[in-house]
């Protein structure tokens, strides 16, 4: 609630002094003098709920200097805020000059018991604050000047100072002198910080500047891939497959059920058809979300610790039924010892690349054929090494160097009637890689693939290489 009132509080005064950043201000000035209005309107209502109860023990105590002396004071505060003609830094100048001759005020009448002190050192904080470091230095400058008046009046008696009877020389000058000493101190210390802070807030908005930058960078050459002949007669050629297929068993099957009993016990098949070929679809447009990101660059390592051995099992046993249905052995043959199965890399990414790999050796396996997933530690213990083998149809000699090209496919004739997006090792490739590792491929045409790879066990956190 108070937070509330003070934000409508003081957008109100902004709207009442008509308030507004300079077209050549640059931003620490514009920023020192919002401070200077949020000091301003904040420092009235204090200062009345200071002077009532200083006006009347001034009253009670016959102190009429005092009362007169902040009755000033307050009235000139008031006349800064309601006065919406008078600039910024004539406000600064009249404010600081009040705060400074209301101390001195207080300390040639009431003494060193006064509160001056504290004025002083709180207009020397605000005016460092409000108007930078050379303004500080300068209001220090005022007040030793101003003790030491006090000190020549207070040694060769020109006034007669009554709050000071009975105080030695010596100890006003020590006095004076460390006030002096502290009060610089602190405008030294607080000019320090600002500076840092401008400094900082510099670093901040050339950052946002190269963020804009590097974002139009990536933004033309996304434009320039969508422009490309090669990207867009790739795509066309490899993913229409994709796309119509689980498209015709979608619209087929909804068809049917618009028309057909839902009690009936072949309802839940065709539910089945729907599910399989909506997710066919949903993988093949991931997976091409996925390589244009990496492609851009646009994709990071997000660290986790996490237990290999768990995981794997996991994938083999999500992945088993698919084996089962093609009648293949799928045999899983994990030597990371347990001491060892803790890992600190991307979970979703050893996944993904895992995944990929396993369902193409189930892929193009025919039935009855192996895929054997083997997994150890290496000899330095600092990465996991992965053999995926399988007894498919194998990869020519020549095609080896580009089966891990985006969108590109061995079975481009569709001899074995087998189709895919061909970004799947794309990304498995891609994914290893971003995880401290490689991915080897070994094959010989009729009589299967061998997949190598590994991943670091405490990898740090970097991006991909587009």
């Given at each position: 609630m108070l937070n509330k009132l003070w934000t409508s509080y003081h957008q109100w005064y902004i709207r009442y002094i008509r308030f507004s950043r300079k077209s050549e201000q640059d931003e620490l000035s514009y920023f020192r003098d919002k401070l200077f209005i949020s000091i301003l309107i904040l420092i009235l209502p204090l200062g009345v709920m200071s002077y009532i109860p200083s006006a009347i023990t001034a009253i009670l105590l016959g102190k009429w200097f005092v009362f007169f002396a902040d009755t000033l004071a307050i009235c000139i505060i008031a006349f800064l805020f309601f006065n919406n003609k008078m600039g910024i830094n004539t406000k600064k100048k009249v404010f600081s000059v009040n705060l400074f001759l209301l101390s001195f005020a207080l300390i040639f009448y009431i003494g060193l018991k006064s509160s001056s002190g504290l004025l002083l050192f709180m207009l020397s904080i605000l005016v460092t604050l409000f108007s930078g470091r050379k303004a500080g230095i300068k209001t220090v400058i005022f007040i030793a000047f101003g003790y030491f008046m006090m000190a020549i009046i207070f040694y060769f008696k020109l006034f007669d100072l009554k709050a000071y009877i009975g105080e030695r020389f010596e100890v006003l000058v020590i006095v004076f002198i460390n006030n002096t000493l502290f009060i610089l101190m602190t405008v030294f210390s607080v000019s320090f910080l600002i500076r840092h802070?401008?400094?900082?807030?510099?670093?901040?908005?050339?950052?946002?500047?190269?963020?804009?930058?590097?974002?139009?960078?990536?933004?033309?050459?996304?434009?320039?891939?969508?422009?490309?002949?090669?990207?867009?007669?790739?795509?066309?050629?490899?993913?229409?497959?994709?796309?119509?297929?689980?498209?015709?068993?979608?619209?087929?099957?909804?068809?049917?059920?618009?028309?057909?009993?839902?009690?009936?016990?072949?309802?839940?098949?065709?539910?089945?058809?729907?599910?399989?070929?909506?997710?066919?679809?949903?993988?093949?447009?991931?997976?091409?979300?996925?390589?244009?990101?990496?492609?851009?660059?646009?994709?990071?390592?997000?660290?986790?610790?996490?237990?290999?051995?768990?995981?794997?099992?996991?994938?083999?046993?999500?992945?088993?039924?698919?084996?089962?249905?093609?009648?293949?052995?799928?045999?899983?043959?994990?030597?990371?010892?347990?001491?060892?199965?803790?890992?600190?890399?991307?979970?979703?990414?050893?996944?993904?690349?895992?995944?990929?790999?396993?369902?193409?050796?189930?892929?193009?396996?025919?039935?009855?054929?192996?895929?054997?997933?083997?997994?150890?530690?290496?000899?330095?213990?600092?990465?996991?090494?992965?053999?995926?083998?399988?007894?498919?149809?194998?990869?020519?000699?020549?095609?080896?160097?580009?089966?891990?090209?985006?969108?590109?496919?061995?079975?481009?004739?569709?001899?074995?009637?087998?189709?895919?997006?061909?970004?799947g090792l794309s990304i498995s490739k891609a994914y290893v890689e971003m995880l401290g590792g490689d991915l080897i491929l070994e094959s010989k045409v009729g009589e299967g693939t061998t997949f190598l790879f590994n991943i670091d066990i405490d990898l740090k956190e970097k991006a991909s290489q587009s």
């Amino acid at each position: 609630m108070l937070n509330k009132l003070w934000t409508s509080y003081h957008q109100w005064y902004i709207r009442y002094i008509r308030f507004s950043r300079k077209s050549e201000q640059d931003e620490l000035s514009y920023f020192r003098d919002k401070l200077f209005i949020s000091i301003l309107i904040l420092i009235l209502p204090l200062g009345v709920m200071s002077y009532i109860p200083s006006a009347i023990t001034a009253i009670l105590l016959g102190k009429w200097f005092v009362f007169f002396a902040d009755t000033l004071a307050i009235c000139i505060i008031a006349f800064l805020f309601f006065n919406n003609k008078m600039g910024i830094n004539t406000k600064k100048k009249v404010f600081s000059v009040n705060l400074f001759l209301l101390s001195f005020a207080l300390i040639f009448y009431i003494g060193l018991k006064s509160s001056s002190g504290l004025l002083l050192f709180m207009l020397s904080i605000l005016v460092t604050l409000f108007s930078g470091r050379k303004a500080g230095i300068k209001t220090v400058i005022f007040i030793a000047f101003g003790y030491f008046m006090m000190a020549i009046i207070f040694y060769f008696k020109l006034f007669d100072l009554k709050a000071y009877i009975g105080e030695r020389f010596e100890v006003l000058v020590i006095v004076f002198i460390n006030n002096t000493l502290f009060i610089l101190m602190t405008v030294f210390s607080v000019s320090f910080l600002i500076r840092h802070l401008h400094n900082a807030l510099l670093k901040e908005n050339h950052l946002q500047e190269e963020l804009i930058e590097k974002h139009k960078v990536v933004i033309a050459a996304k434009e320039n891939a969508e422009q490309s002949d090669r990207l867009k007669t790739a795509f066309l050629a490899n993913i229409s497959h994709e796309i119509r297929t689980p498209m015709y068993g979608i619209l087929g099957c909804a068809g049917l059920l618009k028309s057909y009993d839902i009690n009936d016990g072949d309802f839940k098949e065709y539910i089945s058809v729907i599910e399989g070929s909506g997710q066919e679809l949903l993988d093949s447009m991931t997976d091409i979300m996925t390589i244009s990101k990496i492609e851009a660059g646009l994709v990071t390592t997000k660290i986790s610790t996490f237990n290999i051995n768990e995981t794997v099992e996991v994938i083999y046993k999500s992945l088993l039924p698919e084996a089962k249905s093609k009648k293949i052995h799928f045999i899983l043959n994990n030597f990371i010892p347990k001491w060892g199965s803790i890992v600190n890399s991307d979970l979703d990414k050893f996944k993904v690349a895992l995944e990929h790999l396993v369902e193409n050796a189930i892929k193009y396996t025919p039935e009855g054929g192996n895929v054997v997933l083997s997994c150890n530690l290496d000899s330095d213990e600092t990465q996991v090494q992965f053999m995926l083998r399988d007894t498919g149809i194998g990869i020519p000699k020549d095609k080896i160097e580009t089966i891990f090209n985006p969108f590109y496919q061995v079975d481009v004739d569709n001899k074995n009637a087998l189709h895919g997006s061909g970004i799947g090792l794309s990304i498995s490739k891609a994914y290893v890689e971003m995880l401290g590792g490689d991915l080897i491929l070994e094959s010989k045409v009729g009589e299967g693939t061998t997949f190598l790879f590994n991943i670091d066990i405490d990898l740090k956190e970097k991006a991909s290489q587009s």
